[in-house]
């Protein structure tokens, strides 16, 4: 019934009991975990556990603050390791002006060129944003044009993950041919502008996530988050919509298989 579309299942928090984390998952009816990269370790070791377990597929990328040494032979081993059959789309990859850790010039190149390694690959984008939506909505703008060159006009590009912009972005989004993902803060009772926000999308542009180890639900929040908490994420976006959990999840697990269209081929291999 349900999708993680974004979880370091990689991380060393899941080091102890990651056996038991994907099985508490499909237990909670998670069936899909699709775990995002940040360099070209995390890249390997999301392709890993792919190969490891039949449940979870892989992104590659470089995340913003890990592009400090980005190069033309970085983006040629991403689209080596791009072409295993379980890498369903280039992430997760963006603009990241909070931490300040690479300077805003090498993030956007190193966007700029992972954005068209996914349009000569035909895989989507899955993308960070903190702080710096302006610029990444400008980089956006000037590439889908030459994305849906690459790919058929009906084609969803990406995902906005996490999503933190307003009302205005998400309808360029939406124009650009992208959808967003949400995850935890929607269950919290004090996130009003969220839930606001959240009433006014449309469901079937929307997609579910932990972002675990992070962002954890209530009424977990300050615990480890795990992707056997999607439930509790679609039950609040439910609330929001005036509709049913198994709704949200029918909803949301169609739209993740439109975006990433590998899963849908392996599952008919």
């Known amino acids: 019934m349900f999708i ?9 928090q899941f080091d102890a009991d990651r056996d038991l ?19 070209l370790a995390t890249s390997r070791q999301a392709i890993a556990l792919a190969e490891r377990y039949p449940g979870v597929y892989a992104q590659v990328g470089v995340h913003p603050n890990d592009t400090a040494d980005f190069s033309a032979h970085t983006a040629a081993e991403l689209a080596e390791l ?9 992430g997760e990859i963006g603009l990241d002006y909070y931490w300040e850790r690479v300077p805003h010039q090498q993030q956007q190149a190193a966007f700029e060129a992972q954005l068209d390694l996914a349009a000569r690959l035909d895989l989507p984008v899955v993308l960070h944003c903190r702080d710096a939506h302006a610029d ?17 006009a009906q084609a969803i590009l990406g995902v906005l993950h996490a999503y933190s912009g307003d009302l205005a972005m998400a309808e360029d989004a939406f124009s650009w041919n992208m959808v967003l993902s949400f995850g935890g803060p929607l269950t919290f009772r004090n996130a009003r502008d969220l839930h606001s926000l959240l009433a006014l999308l449309p469901l079937e542009r929307l997609l579910l996530e932990t972002d675990a180890p992070y962002l954890t639900p209530h009424p977990h929040r300050g615990q480890r988050n795990e992707p056997a908490y999607i439930p509790l994420i679609a039950q609040g976006l439910a609330e929001i919509k005036n509709s049913d959990a198994a709704a949200v999840g029918q909803a949301t697990s169609a739209l993740a298989h439109a975006v990433f269209a590998k899963l849908a081929l392996d599952r008919h291999n």
């Open 4 to 12: 993680d579309t974004h979880c370091h299942l990689n991380f060393h």
């Open 21 to 39: 984390v994907v099985q508490r998952a499909l237990d909670a009816g998670v069936g899909i975990i699709i775990n995002p990269a940040v360099d």
């Open 82 to 90: 791009a072409q295993h059959p379980k890498v369903v789309a280039i």
């Open 136 to 152: 990444l909505c400008a980089i956006l703008r000037n590439w889908t044009p030459g994305a849906q060159l690459q790919r058929p």
